[in-house]
C-alpha cells in the first residue's frame, strides 16, 4: 500500500548523507560521477560494511546495495531494517527529524581542491606571456611547435621570464595553480595546489589520454596524432582529489570512447594505471573501453621514446598498440 510519509523518506532524505551520520565515509577511489548530478556514493564504515549509494533517475529514490550481502538493499528504510533491532514506528520517529527541521540536509559537495592563494596564483599567472614557440620544449623535449600551437593545445602552455614552460592546473573552480618545467628544473607555483592539466576537449572525442606528465601528454600526442583525443596530466603522483577529478574526466567522456593509461613503465606508472583501470571499472559504464599503454623499455616515459627519435619537422607516425 502507498504511504505517502515513507515516499517522502525515500525521496527527499539524501541517503549518502544519513550514512555519513552513522559513520559511513565516502571512498573517492571507487564512487563515480561526483561531480555530475547523479553521483554513485561507494561508502565504508568501520565494520567491514560497503555499500553504493545513488539516487534512482526514475523515481528519485535514494536507494543503496550492500557488497556483502547481496539482499541488503533497497531504500533508507531497508538500510535501517538491516543495520538497526528498531521496528517500523521507531524509524518513523528518527527519519522524521531528517525530513524535519531539526536536522537539515547537508547537499553533497564534491570533494574541493584546497588552495592557498589562488589569487595570488592567478595573478602571476596572468602575467605569463602566450608563445607561438617554446625552445625548451621544441629544443630539449623534441616536441613540434606544431603540437605545441594546435588547436587542442593552444593557450594551455606559457612561457615565463626565464623560458621555462608552465602548465596550468585546473580545478572546478578555475584555475588552481601551475608547473614549471625547465632545463633541470621542475617547480610548481607558491601557493597553489596540484590539480589537473588538460587539452582543450571537443563534443565528439572519442578517446581520452591520461599520462603523468604534461610534457610526456604533448608527448604522446606527438607520436600518437589523433584528432579525436583529449588529454590530462596531474604532474606526479596524484592526490585523493586529482583522482576524484580523473574519475569525473572519464565519466564525462562520451559513449563508446577508450581510456588509455600512457603512464611510464616503472612502479609509480603501473600503480597509476592500475588506480585509472580500476576507475574506469567502477563507472557504471561498460561503452568505455580501457588500454593501458606503457613505452616498451623499463624505467621509461614517452618523451624519453619521442627524444630516442630524430627531431621530427611533423608529428611522428607510430602504431598504436592496446
Known amino acids: ?37 547523479r553521483p554513485h556514493f561507494v561508502m565504508r564504515d ?31 528504510i531497508d538500510f535501517l531494517q538491516h543495520r538497526t533491532s528498531e521496528n517500523l514506528g521507531h524509524i518513523r520517529k528518527r527519519l522524521r ?9 547537508t547537499p553533497w559537495v564534491p570533494p574541493a581542491v584546497p588552495w592557498k592563494d589562488r589569487e595570488t596564483v ?13 625552445p625548451y620544449l621544441e629544443g630539449e623535449r623534441r616536441i ?37 618545467k625547465n632545463a633541470g628544473f621542475t617547480g610548481f607555483s607558491t601557493g597553489g595546489t596540484k590539480a589537473l592539466w588538460e587539452s582543450h576537449d571537443l563534443p565528439d572525442d572519442a578517446e581520452l589520454v591520461i599520462a603523468e606528465s604534461a610534457i610526456d601528454a ?57 588506480t585509472l583501470g580500476t576507475i574506469v571499472l567502477n563507472a557504471n559504464r561498460p561503452d568505455l573501453t580501457f588500454r593501458l599503454h606503457t613505452p616498451p623499455q623499463v624505467g621509461s616515459d614517452w618523451n624519453d621514446v619521442l627524444k630516442s627519435h630524430p627531431l621530427p619537422t611533423a608529428p611522428l607516425p607510430l602504431k598504436r598498440t592496446p
Open 1 to 37: 500500500m502507498f504511504d505517502p510519509e515513507l515516499e517522502l523518506f525515500k525521496r527527499n532524505i539524501d541517503l549518502h548523507a544519513f550514512a555519513e551520520s552513522l559513520g559511513y565515509r565516502v571512498d573517492l577511489r571507487e564512487s563515480w560521477g561526483l561531480r555530475t548530478s
Open 46 to 76: 568501520g565494520r567491514n560494511d560497503k555499500i553504493t549509494v545513488a539516487q534512482d533517475p526514475g523515481d528519485g529514490h535514494w536507494i543503496y546495495t550492500s557488497d556483502r550481502d547481496p539482499r541488503d538493499n533497497g531504500s533508507i
Open 97 to 105: 527529524a531528517w525530513a524535519g527541521s531539526s536536522l537539515p540536509l
Open 122 to 134: 592567478q595573478q602571476e599567472y596572468g602575467r605569463m606571456k602566450l608563445a607561438n614557440r617554446q
Open 144 to 180: 613540434p611547435a606544431t603540437v605545441l600551437t594546435s588547436a587542442r593545445f593552444a593557450g594551455r602552455i606559457r612561457i615565463d621570464e626565464r623560458g621555462a614552460a608552465i602548465f596550468p592546473h585546473f580545478d572546478a573552480a578555475g584555475l588552481a595553480g601551475f608547473e614549471r
Open 218 to 274: 604533448l608527448s604522446y600526442a606527438t607520436l600518437f596524432p589523433s584528432p579525436r583525443c583529449r588529454y590530462r596530466s596531474v604532474g606526479g603522483n596524484p592526490s585523493e582529489a586529482q583522482l576524484a577529478m580523473l574519475q569525473v574526466a572519464i565519466t564525462d567522456m562520451p559513449h563508446g570512447s577508450a581510456i588509455i593509461a600512457a603512464t611510464d613503465n616503472d612502479p609509480p606508472g603501473r600503480k597509476l594505471a592500475a
